[in-house]
């Protein structure tokens, strides 16, 4: 396997990953939780989901030949919260991530050092993407900080659990045949 290739397979996963934990906060949430902020100045998970959707949307149809900043999309509106149920959340939230994972499967080796923009400004495809996975990251981080404030002990971790260090590595380990 190339380099390259090997590159978007393991940019996939990445992205996958990420989107696992914030599925798993989701799921988490209730209906109220959805739409809960803490101050005029902070956003809630449905804002942060319609935010990151809108921003997949536009960054990655035509990702290779279209500016990564479309003219139809509302950035400020992105903070407006026009959503009423966490059903509605969900769709804007799958609808950005097969987005951008429709893109990301019709990458080629060949297409990682090409020029792409966003507000004009050019980035190689390589940058790009990872200037998008930091981005998805920071905002999934979050909701995942939303979910564990409003959740406090009912919170099902999504990692390793406080105290479990340990007994996660030995497993590890184990599966690893080390």
Request: glycine share 6%; proline share 1%.
């Amino acid at each position: 396997m190339s380099l390259g290739n090997e590159y978007i397979r393991v940019i996939l996963k990445r992205f996958m990953s990420v989107k696992r934990l914030g599925d798993k906060t989701l799921e988490q949430l209730s209906e109220e939780d959805i739409f809960w902020t803490d101050n005029s100045a902070s956003n809630s998970a449905a804002i942060i989901v319609k935010h990151m959707s809108g921003n997949m949307v536009s960054r990655w149809t035509d990702f290779l030949t279209a500016d990564g900043e479309k003219d139809y999309r509302n950035r400020d509106g992105e903070f407006q919260n026009d959503l009423s149920l966490k059903s509605e959340v969900a769709i804007v939230w799958e609808k950005g991530w097969q987005t951008l994972m429709d893109a990301l499967e019709e990458l080629t080796e060949q297409d990682l050092l090409k020029t792409v923009t966003i507000r004009g400004e050019r980035h190689l495809v390589l940058d790009a993407i990872e200037r998008q996975l930091a981005h998805y990251s920071y905002h999934v981080g979050q909701l995942v900080y939303i979910g564990k404030l409003l959740k406090n002990e009912r919170w099902e971790s999504l990692s390793i659990p406080k105290g479990k260090s340990e007994e996660f590595s030995r497993e590890m380990l184990k599966k690893h045949g080390k």
